[in-house]
C-alpha cells in the first residue's frame, strides 16, 4: 500500500495568513491525488483534485501543486470557514490510502 | 438536489452482520461508480470499497476483504454494503461517496475523486 504523511498534524493560523499542508507518499503517484476539507460531524468535501484542478464550487483561495511524491494545498489567504481538518489521497493505486490529516486552526 | 443517504447502521455484537444501503437521488446512479469510505471514531478516513457502474468489477480494503460485500441495484439507485464478521475495529461512521465522472463530447471517465458524499451512518460493533 502506498503510505501517505500529511505535515504539518495540526497549525493555528490567522484570518488572511497564507497557509501551506504538505502530503508526501511512499512511492511516486505521478499527479494522482486529491485533497479534502472534513469539518466536525460533518462529511468531508472534495476541494482538488489531480493534484491541482480545482473542484466547481470550492473558493479560488485554494490551490494545489505538486506531483510524483510531493504536494502542497495552499489556502492564499485564510477565512473562519476553513477551520477544518484537510486530508489528502492518492488514487494512483488500489487501496486508495488516505493521509493522516492535518488539523486546522483559526486564531 | 444531487444526494447520496445512508443507512443501516446500529449497535451490533462481534461477530454478527449488518447491511448498509445508500440510497442515490438527483443524479443517474447507473452511470456512476461509488465507493464506501468509513472513519473510526476520532480517526482519519479509510478507504473500504469500490463498485463500478454497472456492478461487473469490485475492489476491497484488505482489512475488510472476505468478510464485507460491495452491491448495486440500478433499478432501485441504491449501493448495498454487506458487513459479515464484524469486529470491533470495524467500529466506524460508514460513508458513501460518488466517484467524479467527467464527459467530452465524445466519451466519458472516472477521476476517482470522490465528489458527492452521504451524511454517514454509525456501525457499532460491541458485546
Known amino acids: 500500500d502506498i503510505r501517505m504523511t500529511q505535515s504539518p498534524s495540526s497549525l493555528s493560523a490567522s484570518v488572511g495568513d497564507r497557509v501551506t499542508i504538505t502530503c508526501r507518499t511512499s512511492?511516486?503517484?505521478?499527479?494522482?491525488l486529491n485533497w479534502y476539507q472534513q469539518k466536525p460531524g460533518k462529511a468531508p468535501k472534495l476541494l482538488m483534485y489531480?493534484?491541482?484542478s480545482l473542484q466547481s464550487g470550492v473558493p479560488s483561495r485554494f490551490s494545489g501543486s505538486g506531483s510524483g511524491t510531493d504536494f502542497t494545498l495552499t489556502i492564499s489567504s485564510l477565512q473562519p470557514e476553513d477551520s477544518a481538518t484537510y486530508y489528502c489521497q492518492q488514487i494512483y493505486s488500489l487501496p486508495y490510502t488516505f493521509g493522516q490529516g492535518t488539523k486546522l486552526e483559526i486564531k | 438536489q444531487v444526494q447520496l443517504v445512508e443507512s443501516g447502521g446500529g449497535v451490533v455484537q462481534p461477530g454478527r452482520s449488518l447491511r448498509l444501503s445508500c440510497a442515490a437521488s438527483g443524479f443517474t446512479f447507473s452511470d456512476y461508480a461509488i465507493h464506501w469510505v468509513r472513519q473510526a471514531p476520532g480517526k482519519g478516513l479509510e478507504w473500504v470499497a469500490v463498485i463500478s457502474y454497472d456492478g461487473s468489477n469490485k475492489n476491497y480494503a484488505d482489512s475488510v476483504k472476505g468478510r464485507f460485500t460491495i452491491s448495486r441495484d440500478n433499478f432501485q439507485n441504491t449501493l448495498y454494503l454487506q458487513m459479515s464478521s464484524l469486529r470491533p475495529e470495524d467500529t466506524a461512521v460508514y460513508y458513501c461517496?460518488?466517484?467524479?465522472?467527467?464527459?467530452?463530447?465524445?466519451?466519458?471517465?472516472?477521476?476517482?475523486?470522490?465528489?458527492?458524499w452521504g451524511q454517514g451512518t454509525k456501525v457499532t460493533v460491541s458485546s
Open positions: 489531480d493534484a491541482s
Open positions: 461517496a460518488r466517484d467524479k465522472r467527467d464527459c467530452s463530447s465524445t466519451s466519458c471517465f472516472r477521476h476517482d475523486a470522490f465528489d458527492i
Open positions: 512511492q511516486s503517484i505521478a499527479k494522482y
